[in-house]
């Protein structure tokens, strides 16, 4: 294995598409710990999970390099842009996945239903260690420098430690007045949307719903959660599993059936 | 409240679409517990995990009743089919979300990019016990009967007993030769999929990609997993969580940082 190879290769995929902001703000801190190829959907694939394409063809693009990273777009979802980046585009298994910077929260229940979380959950699948990385602002042109400080030392350490497998990070930053100075390790916030649908009607008379809705955080008050350390300036890393499986102590021993 | 509305309301949906097999063959068990309304794609969305649609409208139909199960199709995702469900199409609140029956398999990791689970978890975001039944058979005219007995057993026992909150089961029926007796609580097997693209050449010379691979089982003899038991004819059902948040126990507390 020659130098070349020895270093460490980054895997970057993001939800919001190969043109956000967030993806070019990640890989201005990635580079300097590796060579970095991005991945991303050719267009914004929002609350896609970890969906993927399973009856139709996917095409994988290369564009124009940002930096020194090598870039490629897809019509896929997150977790294609993974799965075609380890089958079809990079030269060898990767160090590290990343995702983000996503363009809002991925925090509480957001995580379940995020594109860029589905990216970084399909890292995990992969048995790579994976972060996804989410900032609390909408907006295109979102300032992304109040992440940096962490991004860094997140990334450090996750190279240095690994992550146990199956387990990856969910990481918020809040785009508070004052940029955070801590991070904690939180858990999910249980909390839900509501109000979901706006509804309209079409010029034929045909109603039609557009998802829209409140969140609503069902534990305001407490400081282990995700939701509590945005709404006090405080950067959150919340270690989450691909493993679905709850844990064993609960009382179904009812469904063991024989007939 | 009246006589009719004391009955159990069951939401129903799926990811094979309104038209599949699978669904006719839930309601047909269903009936028999209460009021059944059913929402599905309005096509096959196989693959889509909790994806929800955020940019595009979405519409609801109602499409010809089935015995007395009212039948809904909506353009979404099956996640969107429930959110739907819930804020546009029900007049009460459901006591129960079932999901299938699926055409295939939602054993292992197929847990997490599964529209059947997808349903399924979105049903347990709202508080409410959800199922998810699929059968190991991908064929549109597959033979659903062997599952009926198990899915009179399980919905007959979650109504009378609820789930904890948090968490819904996946259920597995082997198609095998000799239907299935006996069902067990197990946990969902470690594996993954490999060689996931068949490589195509477009008549202009353009590569494009479709989905594929074959399932890498990585505990083939561990008889506490769902593939174990449906490789041995056992009907499999795993309670999982709607919660990613990984066990505490685990060393992360150099992730704890004050700049």
């Given at each position: 294995m020659d130098s070349a190879q020895s270093k460490p290769l980054i895997l970057v995929s993001n939800d919001d598409g190969i043109d956000a902001k967030g993806v070019h703000a990640l890989v201005d801190r990635l580079i300097q710990f590796g060579d970095v190829v991005v991945v991303c959907p050719d267009s914004p694939r929002s609350g896609q999970s970890m969906a993927l394409t399973v009856n139709s063809p996917l095409r994988v693009t290369r564009v124009k390099d940002y930096r020194d990273a090598k870039m490629y777009k897809t019509n896929g979802t997150p977790v294609d842009c993974v799965k075609l980046a380890m089958h079809n585009v990079l030269d060898r298994i990767p160090t590290l996945v990343v995702a983000?910077?996503?363009?809002?929260?991925?925090?509480?229940?957001?995580?379940?239903?995020?594109?860029?979380?589905?990216?970084?959950?399909?890292?995990?699948?992969?048995?790579?260690?994976?972060?996804?990385?989410?900032?609390?602002?909408?907006?295109?042109?979102?300032?992304?420098?109040?992440?940096?400080?962490?991004?860094?030392?997140?990334?450090?350490?996750?190279?240095?430690?690994?992550l146990p497998k199956g387990v990856c990070l969910n990481v918020n930053i809040p785009n508070s007045a004052v940029p955070p100075t801590e991070m904690r390790l939180t858990k999910s916030c249980k909390g839900n949307w509501t109000d979901e649908y706006k509804e309209y009607v079409d010029p034929n008379g045909g109603k039609f719903y557009w998802l829209t809705g409140k969140f609503v955080n069902e534990e305001p008050d407490n400081p282990d959660t995700d939701e509590w350390c945005l709404t006090h300036g405080i950067v959150s890393v919340v270690p989450v599993m691909l493993d679905r499986t709850a844990p064993e102590a609960r009382d179904f021993s009812w469904l063991n059936i024989h007939f």
């Open positions: 983000g910077i996503n363009h809002g929260s991925n925090a509480s229940i957001n995580v379940v239903y995020s594109g860029t979380m589905g990216a970084t959950f399909e890292g995990c699948a992969y048995g790579l260690p994976a972060i996804g990385f989410s900032l609390t602002d909408h907006s295109p042109n979102a300032d992304f420098e109040p992440c940096y400080p962490f991004i860094d030392a997140i990334v450090k350490g996750v190279l240095e430690r690994g």
